[in-house]
C-alpha cells in the first residue's frame, strides 16, 4: 500500500532578513520535498540555492550523525566515533577539571545566530551553560555595532517596508551583496530598475550585485564613514539639506554641518576613500537631487560592510 503524502507549511529558520516560507512534502517519516510557499506575500514561492538545497544536506550520506572524537594531532583531520554516552562523560570530566582549577567562568560558549528556531539558536544551550556557571558572551560578532549606530544616531533601528522600494528613483546598495543574500529585495529593486531607478553599489568587491547595478563604486575597505561624511560636506555646502526634518527631528546638526565642513571636503574623502572627486559629486548630487532630477524618493540599502 503507498504510503500517503502530506504536506507542512513551514518558514526558513536562516539568518537571513528573507525568512523565505516553505512547504515541505513528508512520505512516512521522511522529508522527501521541500518548495517555497506561492502564497508567501513577500517570497512568492522563490528559495535561495542555500535553501533549495536544503533535503540534500539533511540527508546527506557524509552528515555527521553522531559523536566524533579526534584522535590525531589539531587539523589533522583524523576522528574515530563514539557513543553518546563516552562523549558526554569525556566532556563533563574536562568541565569539571577546568572548574576545579580555574573556576566556571574558565569555559565560554562561543556562538551566535545562524539558525534562529529557537530550540537550536537560543534555547536549552544558553539554560544549561548558564546553570553551569560559565562566562557570558556579549554576542557582538555579527550586527551589534550597527544596531548600536542606529540607535545612538537615530534613537531606534533603520526599518522600512521593503516593498516600497519600487517607488524609489535612485537607489544605493551600501555595503550589500543585495542580489544573493537578500535575493527578494532585490527582485523588487529590479522592479524599481524598470521604472526608471537608478542603482548604485558601494563595496570594495565588485559583486554579484556590483555586476549588475548601473554603477559600482569600489571604495577602499574601511572608508565608508569618511565618505558618508563627504557626501554631508556636499549637501550642507550646495543648500541641499532638509531644514525643516533637522529643526523637528535632529540633535547637533550645527556642530555636524561645521565639522564636516571643516574636516571632509570632496579632495580628503577621495584620499581617503580610493573613489574621485567627480565620483563622490556626482553620488551626492545624484543621491540628494533625486526628487528633483528623477522625479522619485532615493534609497539606501545598509547592510553588515561598513560594521566589519
Known sequence: MAIPLTTIKGACPLDCPDTCGFITTIEGDRAIQLKGDPDHPFTQGALCAKVNHYLERVYHKERILYPLKRIGR???????????????????VRFREIIAQYGPQAILPYSYAGTLG????????????????????????????????????????AVMDPESVIHAKYIINWGSNTSVTNMHFWALIHQAKKRGAKVVTIDPHKSPTAEKSDWWLGIRPGTDAALALGMMHIIFREGWEDHDY????????????????????????????GLSIDSIETLTREYA????????????RLNYGMQR
Do not use: M, N
Request: proline content about 3%; glycine content about 12%; hydrophobic content about 35%.
Open 74 to 92: 589539531k587539523g589533522s583531520g583524523q576522528f574515530q566515533r563514539v557513543s553518546w554516552e563516552q562523549a558526554l562523560r569525556e566532556i563533563g
Open 246 to 273: 533637522l529643526e523637528r527631528y535632529c540633535l547637533g546638526t550645527e556642530a555636524l554641518k561645521e565639522r564636516v565642513l571643516r574636516e571632509y571636503p570632496p579632495s580628503r574623502v577621495a584620499s581617503i576613500t
Open 289 to 300: 537631487q533625486s526628487q528633483k532630477e528623477r522625479g522619485g524618493p532615493a534609497l539606501i
Open 118 to 157: 529557537k530550540v537550536q539558536g537560543s534555547s536549552l544551550d544558553r539554560r544549561f551553560f548558564h546553570r553551569l556557571g560559565a562566562s557570558l558572551l556579549d554576542r557582538t560578532i555579527c550586527a551589534t555595532a550597527g544596531a548600536f549606530g542606529c540607535d545612538i544616531t537615530l534613537g531606534t533601528r
